[in-house]
């Protein structure tokens, strides 16, 4: 071949090429930005709109669905789900895969603003913001000490800003429960004494605290900005404003009210080990670095530490960047190591260190190239992208080896000078070693033809094996001819270990050609035999699970607790107390705690954090993985038995999939219909029969427990009498018990809400607020004159999908694979007599894991057609290459066997092995049907000899190329290490499928080709 001839004569040039590749991946190692998993842009925008005071029911109906009508028809949507909560309206939009959604957010923007208008006044104005799995916090943080509460928030404030300037950092924000404003608590007696009614004071202060730009004028040579400044510089303005007039006497603010700054009420509380705290979080931006971040964040907080009051700290709760390192130096061990142990290999079947040196020398250089390539394709350093430089470190050595052996031959068997039989060999296999190539590459060329999770999160994988397979093959038709002609000395008698190790070769290849003699001379049975061995590996389909990704041990567990709804907020704390208690008790392997309860904010409720007063998040950080005998499963495991005996709490766990990945949770049961008391029995039924399904735990409905509520029911025809109509009655009783912002006061750069209420005492029963009055034309009159109170229960949550009211049950899967848990389930809903106008369906986790699965089996469906098409043109024939492809079947077997004796499960891992074995387990054959061919074609031997030859001479090579890949991923396979439970179940795929493969195309292809050979000769 010309790139070899060229390569052997100047060696010089070829070396300073490879040795600047080296050098330009040593300097991208330093560049490349390191996280933990691929930049995953899920295709999904979240719109929350809050909504203080209001209920479910009126979130539904006053925001909810007008949102959904003008949203329901974006370009590209696929689905359109939301959750209507007390205060809180959330709508998650799903696009299709690869829509742009910069463009689609600025359509959502423009279809919100149609609307805005028509929203209640006290509604906030939505929040639009993509869900993108780099977004959950890189750095959360506790801040405890024992200062007044409001100076607390404020310190919080100050520290979240200065966190938010540091570079790479997105968003920082932080929660204390509670908001800093400025309450106007009016005495109710006094209010009403004077004839004053809370709409009216609202309007007034809206009206004082203005500045009003009035234009420009000009005055000589100057032009002069006017402006009317009205806005309030301190609260002292504030009680002076005149809100009316007695007797021409002014009636000021402070004589009928109490003006202060003050917290509200608080809503959530937090502990950090125990002690009361509030926590703040950062979010990186999507393209940064995640360790970079971490660090300067890290960094920023330990000056901040030195400036705090006496008395006060900060602890760091979560710091992403330790499990990445953890994880990255994991990876990277393990792909040293099988680096090693491919190079101990390759000395072993050669016997000769300068050898091995030579072939072992396709794995630095294929190594810094791919780092090379990521740096220039924008790629970054993770778990995924190591992974596939880790699966292809065994493998960049198969081409070099084949070289080698085919180089090797000529010049020890047939006496050629060492540069021509470098050229020579080359030649030989050169064609052979290229389609084997490419056959490997283009199994990943589907995953750009679907679009889903599965081929966004891959694709970093197939592009640095792709990277690392052709740097090897450039190698091994270049630097490998070269040092062999060069530097490589042929004994002609063997001694020492060379000699040792080809008498145990020649023993190992006396054993392979009696086997293979055997099973061509007895075709039938060798066929049988093997058709009979896939179909009961293909049995073994039953006994293995299947689910979409392994859980992962990343040191933390997450739970959810909850009260019956309507619990106070310190009622729930109480209880958390306790349940805090045991698991101190129980679990001694934890680091930090950390308790959040009570109602976060929108931002907090989408990453996990409680949506009320009866619920509440633990968090338990555990000590490194190496430093604890139990995994994050077993210690759920055992503790999970002695966390339900807490009166009227229940507790669940978070899974871990559904916080990395946004999947949902692993179960998941949709019932769709709008007549909430039916659903409301249809869930009750399901709930009782569900906690059957062996496995299925943390089971929660979201329609199980009713929210009380005091309802106030308007006697229309009575009101009417006195010109008022539900919504001036509504919007009074608001502004007085719920309080409504009037508008805001500003100083020093703080923007503080003004809100109006009346004070507590006034408000605490029923009978205060029927006894309230409200202004109408002819007076005051009191609201039990047309006000009827009753108690009722109301929903927690309405859930809508694709505008239809739904009601979901949730569950976790623990001891039992995903898929044998929703196979249990699906026979338990085949039990619900469903009635008219409602369906239900089985989603959640399960769902994505079909989707995904079925992705992944187009993708290794089409890679299996584009390799054979590879080898039509590598052949220019059918024949061999329908051969070929039996490789792939026999692959499979293995693949069953390794995952039934491992207890690994069919996951999206273990499926990518699967596709990388459809293009790397017809290598073998095509050397050897390749070999075969040129025997019979050059030297016109018999097809029985020749398949004979073959086997002898392309034994070691084919021996070799398997071993060195199966050595370089045992370390993977082993699964040790953090974040290798993502790792190992592609890396055992690939080691039992080579594995199986290799043996069986030594004697199954040969046999195959033997009986076709010959049918289609007597057919002719």
Known sequence: MKITEVSIKRPYAVSMVFLGLIVFGIISITKLPV??????????????????????????????????????????????????????????????????????????????????????????QPLIFKFDVSQQPVVMYTIKGSIDPLEMDRLGDDIADRLQRVGGVAASFVESGVLNEVQILFDYEKLTGLGIGTEQILNILRAQNVNYPLGSVESGIKVYTLRVLGEYKDLNEIRKT???????????????????????EPTSLTRSNGKPSIYGYVQKRTNANTISVCNNVIKEIEKIKRELPPGVSIDIFFNQADFINRSINSTTNTLIVGAILAIVILFLFLGNLRAAIFVGVAIPIATFFTLFMMFIFNMTLNMISLGGLTIAIGMVVDCAIVVFEAIYRYRKEKGENPDLASILGTKEVGMAITASTLTTIAVFLPLLLVRGFASIFFSQLALTVTFALISSLVVALTIVPMLMAKFLKIKPELTGTELVIQRIYKKIE????????????????????????????????????????????????????????????????????????????????????????????????????????????????????????????????????KLNNIPGLTVRFTSEQSIMFGTGKPIEIKIIGYDLDRAKSISDELMTKLKSVKGLVDLESDISQGKPEIQFIVDRQKAS??????????????????????????????????????????????????????????????????????????????????????????GNVEGRDQNSVAQDIKKVLKEIAVPPGFNIELGG??????????????????????????????????????????????????????????????????????????????????????????????????????LIEAGRVRLRPILMTALTTTFGLIPMALGIGSGSELRAPMARSVIGGLTFSTFLTLVFIPTLYLVIERRTKNKD
Not at 84 to 91: A, T, Y
Not at 513 to 530: D, F, K, Q, Y
Not at 913 to 927: D, E, K, M, P
Request: proline share 5%; no cysteine.
């Open 35 to 124: 996280d933990l998993f691929p930049n995953i842009t899920l295709p999904t925008m979240v719109v929350m709109t809050n909504y203080p005071g209001a209920g479910p029911q009126e979130i539904e109906t006053q925001i909810t669905q007008p949102f959904e009508k003008i949203l329901g028809t974006l370009n590209n949507l696929d689905k359109i789900t939301s959750t209507s909560s007390e205060n809180n309206s959330m709508i998650m939009l799903n696009f299709a895969w690869g829509t742009d959604l910069d463009a689609a957010a600025n359509d959502v923007r423009d279809r919100l603003g149609l609307i805005l208008p028509f929203l209640p006044d006290d509604a906030e």
């Open 242 to 264: 005149v809100i009316g007039n007695k007797n021409g006497v002014p009636i000021l603010l402070e004589q009928v009210a109490d003006v202060r700054r003050a917290s509200s």
């Open 510 to 641: 006396e054993i392979y050609l009696r086997i293979v003699r055997w099973a061509l001379n007895h075709r039938l049975a060798t066929i049988l035999g093997t058709a009979f061995l896939f179909i009961v590996s293909m049995v073994l389909l039953l006994f293995i699970g299947a689910e979409l990704t392994p859980a992962t041990d990343r040191g933390q567990i997450q739970i959810q607790a909850e009260m019956p709804v309507g619990t106070k907020l310190a009622t729930t704390d109480s209880a958390i107390i306790k349940l805090e208690k045991i698991l101190m008790e129980e679990v001694p392997e934890i680091d930090n705690t950390f308790i959040s309860a009570g109602a976060g904010t929108g931002f907090a409720a989408l990453f996990g954090s409680g949506t009320g007063s009866h619920t509440a998040t633990i968090i338990l950080k555990l000590v490194d993985r190496e430093k604890r005998t139990r995994s994050v499963a077993r210690i759920q495991q055992d503790i999970r038995p």
């Open 721 to 810: 009498q006195f010109g008022l109509t539900p919504y001036q009655i509504g919007l009074s009783l608001r502004s007085q018990i719920e309080g409504i912002v009037a508008t805001q006061y500003r100083i020093q750069g703080k923007e503080y809400d003004i809100r109006i209420m009346l004070d507590k005492e006034y408000k605490d029963t029923p009978q205060k607020i029927r006894a309230m009055t409200i202004a109408t034309p002819v007076g005051n009159v009191p609201l039990r004159n047309f006000l009827i109170d009753t108690v009722a229960v109301g929903p927690a949550k309405i859930e809508h999908e694709n505008t239809f009211r739904v009601v979901k049950i949730s």
């Open 845 to 946: 986790g399960f769902k994505e894991m079909q989707t995904t699965f079925r992705d992944i089996g187009l993708v290794i469906l089409i890679a299996i057609f584009l390799v054979y098409i590879i080898m039509v043109g590598q052949f220019e024939s059918l024949k061999e290459p329908f051969i070929i492809m039996f490789s792939i079947p026999l692959a499979l077997i293995g693949v069953l066997w390794i995952l039934f004796f491992t207890n690994t499960t069919i996951n999206m891992q273990s499926l990518l092995g699967v596709l990388l074995l459809a293009g790397v387990v017809v290598n073998n054959a095509i050397v050897y049907v390749d070999y075969t061919n040129q025997l019979r074609r050059n030297q016109k031997m018999p097809l029985y000899d020749a």
